[in-house]
């Protein structure tokens, strides 16, 4: 039996499961991964960690499934489990698998990640927070990454406040910096306590 990581982002049909802390019986039906899976079996295992048996009824093949759609989840403490009511599975008309299916769901991020696109791009001027899109005045404290845009090619250098409502979008385009420079990445700031408190709300 193998690990299956849990996809954190997808969640099934609202109103089709109730959530639940406590190990669903026996032949109940959960959520799980884009998938309906049918509870089978629980063991306990000697280092704490539970793994609970399942079969796959509706969804895209797993991995480490056995010709019977059958493998296995291990887990460790408190788990949120979507059970599905009276066990009952809406499904994509075209596809057949649990709503939404991975299709409604790439659609989803691609009008998520548009929105942000367009949003990034109207606060992507010279001059202007990259964070609030506000205009950064010569009196503000900011900071102004050392490469051109990494997020929107061909514009110039993102800038920040560093007041402390610009913070998270300082943090965020960290991440997308980290990501894209690895082994040449070196942080904007030096630590987080050069941003003042006090500038801005």
């Known amino acids: 039996m193998s690990w299956i990581p849990l996809r954190k982002e997808w969640r099934p049909a609202s109103r089709a499961t109730e959530i639940t802390y406590d190990p669903p019986p026996v032949g109940s039906i959960i959520a799980h991964e884009l998938r309906a899976l049918e509870v089978l079996a629980y063991d306990q295992r000697d280092d704490g960690r539970t793994t ?16 019977h759609a059958e493998c296995g989840l291990t887990y460790r403490g408190r788990v949120m489990w ?7 599975v809406p499904l994509c008309s075209c596809c057949g698998d649990p709503w939404p299916c991975s299709r409604v769901m790439d659609e989803r991020q691609a009008r998520v990640d548009l929105s942000h696109m367009a949003d990034q791009i109207a606060k992507a001027g010279d001059g202007q927070c990259y964070s609030c899109g506000e205009p950064i005045t010569r009196r503000q404290s900011s900071a102004t990454a050392t490469e051109p845009n990494l997020e929107l090619p061909g514009f110039p250098p993102p800038q920040f406040h560093l007041r402390r409502s610009c913070r998270g979008g300082l943090s965020r385009y960290e991440a997308v910096r980290r990501a894209a420079l690895k082994g040449s990445w070196s942080p904007l700031l030096a630590t987080s306590d050069e941003l003042p408190l006090n500038e801005g709300a």
Do not use: L, S
């Not at 009824?57 to 797993?62: A, D, L, Q, R």
């Not at 979507?82 to 009952?88: A, C, D, F, K, T």
């Open 52 to 67: 609970v048996h399942i079969r796959r009824i509706y969804g895209p093949k797993i991995k480490a499934e056995n010709d």
């Open 82 to 88: 979507h059970v599905y009511i009276n066990g009952r």
